[in-house]
């Protein structure tokens, strides 16, 4: 069971436009996540976080939105840039459920910013 | 500076065999994971350990064996069971609780021939 789900599998965008990528989730318990941006033969680095106390955290051109009734978050990026082309996971995590903390991933989506 | 080290970044190894992945920390991070990636399933988690001496099994344990004798090591071993062993492996560390989330290594890509 999927638990945390990025349905787009890729997205292209246009550079100096506005990118969205989305995330649902289906276990209440979360209360806390992330976007990780992952480059081809590296790592996952943290991009951004959100607490479920709060319906929106801004860091420079990155903005992450949170529904929790909808169960819903999003990641904005304004303006892309070509830099920004990269895999992006989200991730939540929640004490107090069977995950005990640890980060449970969406299947990622692929972002290319077209010049 | 801090960090977590991955090694090797590319391994090959013959079908069949068993090979250790090397995963350190110094961050002074109590828990530890290893995740494997492959095309179009993100992230699935193999292990993890949140104290020294102690792992739990994550979504996808079958094949792969862990120790973590020490809270700076995590070594994760492909074994022969693993019955497709060819993917992008990544260790990971954080706090507990996550806080910030983890921090990732840069990953080692196993081929097995």
């Known amino acids: 069971d999927q638990q945390v789900k990025q349905n787009s599998p890729s997205l292209s965008v246009q550079e100096g436009r506005i990118s969205i990528l989305n995330c649902d989730y289906t276990?209440?318990?979360?209360?806390?996540f992330l976007w990780y941006k992952k480059y081809p033969a590296e790592g996952p680095t943290f991009l951004i976080s959100i607490s479920s106390i709060k319906d929106k955290n801004e860091d420079g051109r990155f903005t992450v939105f949170l529904n929790k009734s909808a169960k819903h978050l999003s990641l904005h990026i304004v303006p892309s840039q070509p830099g920004d082309s990269a895999v992006y996971f989200c991730a939540a995590s929640g004490w107090g459920s069977s995950n005990t903390g640890k980060l449970i991933f969406g299947q990622g989506t692929t972002l290319q910013v077209k010049p | 500076d801090g960090g977590i080290t991955q090694s090797p970044k590319y391994l090959f190894r013959k079908e069949g065999q068993n090979v250790t992945l090397s995963c350190e920390q110094n961050l002074n991070h109590d828990a530890m994971y290893w995740y494997r990636q492959d095309p179009g399933q993100g992230l699935r988690l193999i292990y993890y350990?949140?104290?020294?001496?102690?792992?739990q099994k994550g979504d996808i344990a079958e094949g792969y064996s862990v120790s973590r004798e020490k809270k700076e090591s995590f070594p994760l071993t492909v074994t022969s069971a693993q019955k497709n062993p060819t993917a992008f492996y990544l260790c990971?560390?954080?706090?507990?609780?996550?806080?910030?989330?983890?921090?990732f290594g840069s990953g080692t890509r196993l081929t097995v021939v």
């Open positions: 990971a560390s954080s706090p507990t609780p996550p806080g910030q989330g983890y921090t």
């Open positions: 276990n209440s318990m979360f209360d806390y």
């Open positions: 350990s949140q104290i020294v001496n102690d792992f």
